[in-house]
């Protein structure tokens, strides 16, 4: 199959690679540019352990292929922390401890990010209906919501 030359940005980086046609975004980010953040937990659209932001859109990568990412800005869970210092959402998961197995983690972090990114001061619906494409194992969802309200404070700085 042929290959196609595609140019993007991911996490602030200029970033070349090849695919085929028919490989996905998630495919991409993880097989050939070794960001392995993004999980596959469905390949549907149906779980978001794979979110990343395309311009500034929360999408699921598993329903991107890696050849629409070209010219286009792309945010993965990789690009979240700045070096050592985590991002807020990051650190109140670990206080609230919002996360187990680990795999839904990485969706629910980019998700919130864009959903505190357009409303800073969510209600717990709000952050409900913003996590809604997330499906978690293992939490239960009380301890995330809690960690994302709680960031959503400090980053208001209330």
Known sequence: MKKHHVSTTINGDEVDFLC?????????LRDHLHLTG???????GDCG????????????????????AEGKEIETIEGMADGDELHPLQRKFVEHIALQCGIC??????????????????TEE?????LAGNLCRCTGYQNIIEAVMDAAQEMRGA
């Open 20 to 28: 085929e046609t028919s490989e996905t975004l998630l495919d991409v």
């Open 126 to 130: 709000e952050v409900r209906f913003g």
């Open 49 to 68: 352990a794979c979110s990343v932001t395309l311009d500034g859109v929360l999408v699921c990568s598993c329903l991107v292929l890696g050849v629409e």
């Open 38 to 44: 993004a999980k596959e937990g469905c390949g549907t």
């Open 105 to 122: 983690t990485p969706g629910l972090l980019i998700s919130a990010r864009s959903l505190l990114e357009k409303n800073p001061n969510p």
